[in-house]
């Protein structure tokens, strides 16, 4: 019998036994099952090009694929970046995440999504699993500032922080827009459209992303003495129900404004339905404009006027910095700041 035919004989043998083994590997290409690890494992000098070949084309005949447990353990760290996100219903959040995911899977990782509920006890529990399975990564799309994360942060993986800036001093890099000019440029397209008595339901203080929002509109409209009074001034959840249950608040605590400014998408379409049941109209009676330019705004809502925050350069900048991380690369910028847009639409 030849050696091709035996070769032949033993690929046969491991596809009807069960998934192949780095043995059925090793016994293929004919060389050592530690010869074939290190091949795989990228040890450099360990092996001729041709021995690395015959490795390959073993594994692509077999269909091998490495246990990635044992191959996490050795190196201490595995293929795998979490995303943990504060709310996986928002479709903003969501569409984050998938630009995320698809950026990370072209760099040959995957990634696991963890949804903290912007609750600072699942936050850490998350940190600290994905900590346990040895990620080798994490990006935090709204993150809030608890123990665990400082630790991250201290001893941990490298960490990227998207859309929220770390609520802690850090060096991990940060990708997001600019909110604070976004917020301004809202207050300057009221002021442009002549209103002035104004009103903003804003994100929680907590998040950089919502209080930088508000400062930006907030300041611009000051600045052309067209200051916010206090009972124009409400913090929101960032939820479709606590825009609806606060503009209600708004609304009996000092009229109804000529114009609102939204922390962000959601909440302006809680405003917007409490709007409806007063029989108040959009935009003649109030304006609104809302903020991230939700995915769902085109099929649900094409009535709203928002800022736009380019999602797909989202997720590529966060796949590339974090590559760069990965391979230890010590000039990653700690900021990096996308254009954002006004997308005017009919509620403005």
Not at 76 to 85: C, E, G, N, Q
Not at 208 to 225: H, I, L, P, Q, V
Request: with cysteine; charged share 25%.
């Amino acid at each position: 019998m030849t050696d091709t035919s035996s070769k032949r004989r033993r690929n046969n043998a491991a596809r009807t036994s069960g998934s192949p083994t780095i043995g059925d590997v090793a016994r293929s290409a004919g060389v050592s099952t530690a010869t074939v690890s290190r091949i795989l494992n990228g040890v450099p000098n360990k092996a001729s090009e041709e021995t690395a070949r015959r490795v390959q084309a073993a594994v692509d005949a077999l269909g091998y694929r490495p246990v990635q447990a044992g191959r996490s353990l050795s190196r201490m760290r595995s293929a795998v970046i979490a995303l943990l996100t504060p709310d996986n219903r928002n479709a903003f959040y969501a569409s984050i995440a998938d630009a995320v995911q698809r950026g990370i899977s072209a760099t040959g990782n995957a990634m696991t999504l963890c949804n903290t509920r912007e609750d600072p006890v699942s936050q850490d529990a998350y940190i600290e699993e994905m900590r346990s399975h040895l990620v080798s990564g994490i990006v935090l799309l709204g993150a809030v500032r608890t123990p665990g994360l400082e630790r991250l942060i201290a001893d941990g993986p490298p960490v990227v922080f998207v859309n929220r800036k770390c609520p802690v001093d850090s060096p991990s890099p940060f990708i997001g827009i600019d909110n604070y000019a976004a917020g301004a440029d809202v207050a300057r397209y009221f002021l442009d459209k002549g209103y002035r008595d104004c009103a903003a339901l804003h994100g929680p203080s907590s998040s950089s992303a919502s209080r930088e929002r508000f400062e930006g509109f907030r300041d611009a409209m000051a600045a052309a003495g067209a200051a916010l009074p206090i009972e124009r001034v409400v913090e929101c959840d960032l939820t479709i129900e606590s825009g609806y249950r606060e503009s209600r608040r708004l609304f009996e605590r000092g009229g109804a404004p000529r114009a609102v400014f939204c922390g962000n998408d959601p909440i302006a379409y809680g405003l917007h339905r409490r709007c409806q049941e007063l029989d108040f109209a959009v935009p003649d009676d109030i304006a609104i404009f809302g903020f991230d330019d939700n995915p769902l705004n085109e099929w649900l809502a094409p009535w709203l006027s928002t800022v736009h925050v380019p999602l797909e350069e989202l997720g590529r900048q966060v796949s590339h910095v974090m590559s760069r991380l990965l391979d230890g690369d010590t000039a990653v910028p700690v900021r990096t700041v996308l254009p954002h847009t006004l997308t005017i639409r009919s509620s403005a």
